[in-house]
């Protein structure tokens, strides 16, 4: 996969791709040390300005706590949602719950490496109407990716209507089936404004939209009517208001055409093909885990299994918020200054995110398990070590996110997908017999010798490659 400049391709008659090496333009959303001074961004336009220093939207630090803020956001969201229905339903519907949120990871992780990498590699390099046209190609691939999941999850649904699947699957289904669009599209919008740096409109929208949720959420529990298929249909809900906002706001800077979007999905699929695929092996080999609990043990693991989940994402925000900053810096830092200037961000950056993660585990291999009685019940006592061997896995595979990222920036994600398949070959083999084993135990377990095979050889890759994509750069005109 290319992730540089489109190989072969013109660049578009009225704008055109910037290289590395161009001229910076004025940008009104994105300051970021040693880059805004160097690489081209397109301006964004905010109609909500800060009424504070500390919201600025002008300096690296204040750009770092927002993306912190808005996942912590985006985190507390889920996180109450499945402690909202494990306290108020039974193991089997908090399972279920889990099975159509692992779908809902499938698809925007796919959707993510399929669409929002592309934009965030290629966006900086766009200005002005080219800049339009392209987030309009990017907006008609999204609904199209949209459309084509829930035909899927209708087909699903009507296969459990038959018979398929765990008992109660089917009502999940056809929830997912008639709001997948919108989680899709929400994720989406995040995306946009994370490639953008317009990290305060990204807080803003997911604040409306964990203040629609877990209201939705808390109503339906007071009349005791929540189940896991109503959650979803109020999660979809609570996406749709907030989408409405957000694509008024956002309608000057997207200008979708029928015509560019097929030559941009050609273009974006030469670059894409290899982090589609990639993505689609890790996410199978991290997130088929529930399905297997639920085949061979029941929808109540399933839901043991959640909870332990739950747990072990307390760190979440802070984790991810980071990723959500550290993903498109990677890839301003490498357009901006080349291959050498960000092999040494990365290694700084993974440096820096191992510390804080291994207190957090630490933390979790200590008092997990008295955490998840306290936040779910005491009907899911007693699993203190599948929450410190999941610890772990998070430990293991957090720092690999710098060096996938890097991996993509330096043209290579090839090496990705490759790493990425050892996860996969885990799943089947050794993780599949776990689960049927060990239940719980075994999926995390499995879990985690996924995770620390695929991180060692996403990291070695990287390493072995830069002094490669450091002569390469050398070489360009």
């Known amino acids: ?17 910037l290289m590395p090496s161009m001229e910076p333009e004025t940008t009104a959303a994105v300051a ?64 279920l719950y889990m099975l159509g949120f692992s779908v809902i990871l499938l698809a925007i992780d796919l959707q993510t490496n399929l669409i929002a990498t592309p934009y965030m590699v290629f966006s900086p390099r766009l200005k002005g109407h080219a800049h339009a046209l392209y987030t309009g190609s990017t907006l008609v691939h999204q609904i199209a990716f949209s ?12 296969a459990s209507m038959l018979g398929a699947g765990p008992l109660g699957l089917g009502p999940v289904l ?60 109020i999660i979809g809900s609570a996406c749709g208001v907030a989408l409405v906002w957000w694509f008024w706001r956002d309608r000057a800077s997207c200008r979708p055409r029928m015509d560019e979007s097929l030559a941009d999905l050609k273009k974006n699929w030469v ?32 839901g043991v299994w959640a909870a332990c989940f739950g747990v072990v994402s ?7 918020g980071i990723q959500n900053f550290v993903g498109p810096k990677i890839a301003h830092e490498y357009a901006a200054a080349g291959p050498q200037a960000l092999r040494s961000l990365v290694l700084k950056i993974t440096a820096g995110i191992s510390l804080p993660v291994s207190f957090l585990c630490l933390a979790l291999i200590l008092w997990g398990g008295r955490l998840i009685t306290l936040l779910y019940g005491r ?32 043209e290579r994600a090839d090496l990705d997908f490759l790493a990425s398949l050892a996860a996969l070959f885990v799943m089947i083999t050794l993780g599949l017999w776990l689960v049927r ?11 985690l010798a996924g995770n620390f095979v695929t991180s060692a050889l996403k990291a070695g890759a990287y390493l072995r490659i830069q002094p490669h994509s450091a002569v390469a750069a050398r070489d360009l005109p």
């Open 271 to 302: 670059f894409g093909k290899w982090v589609f695929a990639s993505g689609l092996v890790w996410t199978l080999g991290m997130n088929l885990y529930p399905w297997f609990l639920a085949a061979f043990h029941g929808t109540a693991i399933t």
């Open 379 to 410: 009907q899911y006592a007693g699993n203190n070590r599948v929450v410190a061997v999941l610890a772990l896995s998070v430990l293991i595979s957090a720092p690999a996110f710098c060096f996938s990222r890097a991996l993509y920036a330096s």
């Open 32 to 95: 970021m040390t040693n880059l805004s001074a160097e690489i081209q961004i397109a301006p964004a336009v905010t109609s909500f300005q800060a009424p504070r220093p500390f919201l600025s939207a002008e300096k690296p630090l204040h750009l770092g706590l927002l993306s912190v803020a808005d996942q912590a956001v985006a985190s507390a969201t889920n996180f109450a949602t499945g402690i909202i229905l494990a306290r108020t339903s039974s193991r089997e519907e908090l399972g």
């Open 1 to 17: 996969m290319s992730l540089g400049a489109y190989p072969g391709s013109a660049p578009r008659k009225d704008e055109g791709f």
């Open 147 to 158: 459309l084509l999941l829930a035909f899927g999850l209708v087909c699903g649904a009507l």
């Open 314 to 320: 307390v760190g979440n925000p802070a984790l991810l």
């Open 437 to 447: 084993a060990f239940g719980a135990m075994g999926a995390a377990y499995g879990l």
């Open 174 to 233: 056809w929830a997912l089936a008639g709001v997948i669009a919108l989680v899709t599209l929400r994720e989406y919008a995040r995306r946009l404004c994370f490639a953008r740096l317009k990290l305060l409109t990204a807080f803003l929208f997911d604040s409306c939209i964990a203040i629609a949720q877990i209201g939705g959420l808390l109503l339906l529990a007071r009349f005791k009517l929540l189940s896991a298929s109503r959650a979803y249909w």
